[in-house]
């Protein structure tokens, strides 16, 4: 039997990093007795994690809320620094899937990234999404709707280094306070800022 690479159901539970989830795939997809005792498997587990790879985009779709999280991005086939746009939505079996967070790690480390929009919809980034992204420099996103931003999420960009020194937002949360900051300062948050990110007046 063929094990496709585009779809495959794995227990929640299994892994422990994303990175070992992918290599674990890839490996699979070589050994189709594997495919058949994974399958066995995630049968028997209640908790199931539906991974789809499309157009280099790793998601992780919840059928019940039909939603998509990106869960990681393959950059491999950027070979000049390149554009990236974020879909509003996804198909899959013939099911539309609005995306609306990136988790955590999920550009990590793509140095062929420059230029990344991100739509509207995106309510969540997680922890260290584009962190060492050492060539991004333009981010295209222009919403209030975003409600969470994880620490060190924007870190080691170009993005970030172009920032003024002071309280850097992004989107409608507060990221982080860049440069030295004065004794007795006093801070205040704008309105209509939806959160402030962990460590963010760390110095």
Not at 33 to 49: L, Q
Not at 86 to 101: H, M
Not at 161 to 181: S, T
Request: glycine share 4%; net charge negative.
């Amino acid at each position: 039997m063929k094990l496709s690479m585009e779809t495959m159901y794995f227990p929640e539970a299994k892994f422990h990093h994303k990175k070992e989830m992918m290599a674990d795939w890839r490996k699979t997809s070589d050994n189709a007795s594997n495919f058949s005792a994974i399958s066995a498997v995630a049968c028997f587990v209640i908790a199931i994690a539906l991974w789809i790879l499309k157009d280099n985009f790793y998601y992780s779709i919840d059928s019940i809320t039909n939603t998509a999280t990106i869960i990681d991005y393959d950059d491999s086939g950027l070979n000049v620094l390149g554009n990236v746009i974020i879909q509003r939505e996804i198909v899959y079996n013939n099911k539309i899937y609005q995306i609306t967070s990136i988790g955590d790690n999920a550009f990590d480390c793509c140095h062929n990234i420059q230029s990344i929009t991100i739509p509207r919809y995106i309510t969540k980034i997680g922890k260290r999404a584009f962190y060492a992204c050492s060539n991004l420099h333009n981010i295209i996103y222009n919403s209030s709707e975003l409600v969470s931003l994880g620490e060190s999420a924007l870190d080691e960009t170009l993005w970030l280094e172009n920032q003024p020194d002071g309280c850097v937002y992004f989107g409608n949360c507060l990221y982080k306070y860049k440069g030295e900051m004065p004794e007795n300062t006093s801070i205040e948050v704008i309105d209509g800022t939806m959160s402030i990110c962990c460590f963010a007046f760390q110095q």
